[in-house]
């Protein structure tokens, strides 16, 4: 892997550089590394993924016993019948 040194970077992009690897919690070199990636088009940015929220509401608003209702159903869904693969 080459080394690459950056001299006389401006203040203001050396403050956002280091603003966004805080924000992102990576070090300053993983975030220069993905903003130049993003730049050259060798990877996705975060924006041009679909993100979706229509089913949050129901993250973790199941009781205990209806997630061990749930677990028990499918148990006996994904169990395989031999007879089926003969």
């Known amino acids: 892997m080459k080394v690459v ?5 401006p203040p203001e992009l050396v403050r956002r550089i280091r603003r966004k690897a805080r924000e ?3 070090s300053i070199n993983k975030t220069v ?7 050259m ?3 996705r940015k975060k924006k041009d993924q679909a993100l979706h929220h229509d089913l949050d509401s129901l ?5 205990k016993e209806e997630a061990s209702a ?6 006996r869904q994904r169990s395989i019948d031999p007879e089926l693969w003969k």
């Open 33 to 39: 590394i993905g903003l130049l990636g993003e730049n």
């Open 5 to 9: 040194t950056l001299r006389n970077l």
């Open 24 to 26: 992102k919690h990576l």
């Open 59 to 63: 993250a973790g608003s199941w009781t």
């Open 41 to 43: 088009g060798m990877t």
């Open 70 to 75: 749930f677990d028990q159903a499918l148990t």
